[in-house]
């Protein structure tokens, strides 16, 4: 049983336009959801997170909209950039991030120039 | 500051054989983590340790694994036997204690099982 599903599993954007990955999630005691961007060969590294107690984060050109009654969530990139290019994980965890992470099966982001 | 560290980088082993991952967190964290990720599928949570506890092990797969960390510092994660379908990558996790803090993953340890 996958508690977060995450779409697409792949996506290609042209450099300048809006990227969008989205998620969906399962267990309502879940209270906060990270972005992770992991390039080859590295691990994955914390992008941008978001409680539930807001409906949408902004840091720079990444945007976190959050929707709590659809208990779903998505990042949305502008801008996109060819070194945005990498694979992206959605996770959920209780606590405020203080439990174990529950991962998206992740999106693999290519930017063409 | 030292980020997570995980050894080895990448190991090839023959099913039956006994691998030992290590993983050195970041200093002073407390909470330390171990996932992984087989091809193509989520990254999934194996344990979780507060200090030398473990504080939450129910993503452990069957009793071939044994995670341990000495001393509050550096964890093991044992494979023993290893099996063909043990392959894929270990990532090791750490942060500080309390809540909303950032874990931060290392590299990851590449396991091939032939």
């Known amino acids: 049983q996958q508690q977060v599903k995450q779409s697409p599993q792949s996506l290609i954007v042209q450099k300048g336009g809006i990227s969008i990955i989205n998620c969906a999630y399962e267990n309502t005691a879940f209270d906060y959801f990270p972005w992770y961007q992991q390039f080859p060969g590295k691990g994955p590294a914390l992008l941008i997170a978001i409680r539930p107690d807001v409906s949408e984060k902004k840091e720079g050109r990444f945007t976190i909209s959050f929707n709590k009654s659809a208990k779903q969530f998505s990042l949305h990139i502008m801008d996109s950039q060819p070194g945005d290019s990498a694979t992206y994980f959605c996770?959920?965890?209780?606590?405020?991030?203080?439990?174990?992470?529950?991962f998206g099966t992740g999106t693999r982001l290519t930017i063409i120039p | 500051e030292a980020g997570v560290t995980q050894f080895p980088s990448h190991s090839v082993i023959e099913k039956g054989q006994t691998v030992t991952l290590r993983c050195d967190p970041i200093?002073?964290?407390?909470?330390l983590y171990w996932y992984r990720r087989v091809m193509g599928k989520e990254i999934k949570f194996l344990l979780h340790f507060v200090k030398e506890s473990k504080q939450d092990e129910s993503g452990m797969p069957n009793n071939r694994f044994l995670a341990e960390r000495t001393g509050g510092t550096y964890s093991t994660l044992k494979v023993q036997p290893a099996e063909l379908e043990d392959s894929g990558v270990y990532f090791c996790?750490?942060?500080?204690?309390?809540?909303?803090?950032?874990?931060?993953f290392g590299e990851g340890s590449w396991l091939t099982v032939v």
């Open positions: 996790a750490s942060s500080q204690g309390g809540a909303g803090n950032t874990i931060y």
């Open positions: 996770a959920a965890s209780r606590s405020f991030g203080n439990e174990k992470l529950t």
């Open positions: 200093s002073g964290h407390d909470n």
